[in-house]
């Protein structure tokens, strides 16, 4: 490490601590480390399950109401209302440009799909339901897969299953002192035996004190790669598996940029979960 600048500072005048010891031993050996800044305190977790706690009830309320015949715009309306009725803000309106505040991805759009009046699910669509909140400044973020009407044909019913499955083994994946890769390693493993793509351009994230932190949580690689995973930092698991190729690529007719789409255009299937990674492995903070 001589001569770089480490990522990694014990506190001043204290003793090295069990966690300063991990993390010094990893950089020594050139792994990449988090800062001291993305570990949260007590205070700053509290806040975040808050937060997580009300994402959780947006969700939970689509799921009570959505419904075939609906389009994606009255989901938009029914999380604001949600969110805003219980203090606090969503956090995808007007975000970098963009429009609303759910994203709403159906059948072959991987996320960030815009709510608008023309999108109207029908029976036997899949729909990815993406919210983030700020509450007192804190930020919790999830999604989930929506099968309308209740049935959808084999194929999607077994590609939003094994999405989910997919969020399980990463998220078992995740122990105290793992690196991204782990994860990401787990995920991909899994979601190849159904021959399924995992997405390469988008990731989960840090998260918490700003909806996008350190580190990049990518869902596919090499065990032992990416960042150090280590107690009181939070960030999310949200693996997108395409039915067929990973690939994809933005929707031209989208003015605002945002609509990722399956290369193939074959559908997509997502699920996503904000973690606190603790001693004992990860403790899920919203759902």
Request: aromatic content about 10%.
């Amino acid at each position: 490490m001589f001569g770089k600048k480490r990522r990694w500072h014990c506190l001043p005048g204290q003793e090295p601590t069990e966690l300063d010891k991990q993390v010094m031993y990893w950089e020594n050996k050139g792994k990449l480390v988090p800062t001291r800044d993305l570990i949260k305190t007590p205070e700053q977790i509290e806040g975040i399950k808050k937060s997580g706690a009300i994402n959780t009830g947006v969700l939970d309320e689509v799921e009570r109401l959505v419904r075939p015949g609906m389009n994606t715009l009255e989901i938009d309306k029914i999380c604001y209302d949600y969110c805003v009725g219980h203090g606090a803000i969503p956090a995808c309106l007007g975000y970098e440009g963009f429009p609303k505040s759910v994203c709403t991805s159906i059948n072959e759009v991987v996320c960030h799909g815009i709510p608008k009046v023309e999108d109207v699910l029908q029976e036997g669509d899949i729909v990815n339901v993406d919210f983030t909140t700020i509450y007192n400044g804190y930020y919790a973020d999830a999604s989930r897969m929506f099968v309308i009407g209740g049935k959808t044909t084999p194929e999607k019913d077994q590609l939003v299953r094994v999405a989910k499955e997919c969020l399980e083994v990463g998220a078992e994946a995740a122990k105290p002192y793992c690196f991204v890769g782990d994860i990401g390693h787990a995920i991909q493993k899994h979601a190849e035996k159904y021959h399924y793509g995992v997405v390469r351009d988008l990731c989960g994230h840090g998260v918490g004190l700003a909806f996008h932190e350190e580190p990049e949580v990518l869902h596919y690689g090499h065990r032992g790669t990416g960042m150090l995973l280590v107690p009181g930092m939070v960030f999310t698991i949200e693996p997108m598996i395409n039915m067929g190729t990973w690939k994809v690529f933005i929707d031209a007719d989208d003015e605002y940029g945002w609509e990722v789409i399956t290369g193939d255009e074959k559908p997509s299937a997502q699920w996503e979960h904000t973690f606190l990674m603790t001693e004992h492995g990860v403790e899920i903070l919203t759902r």
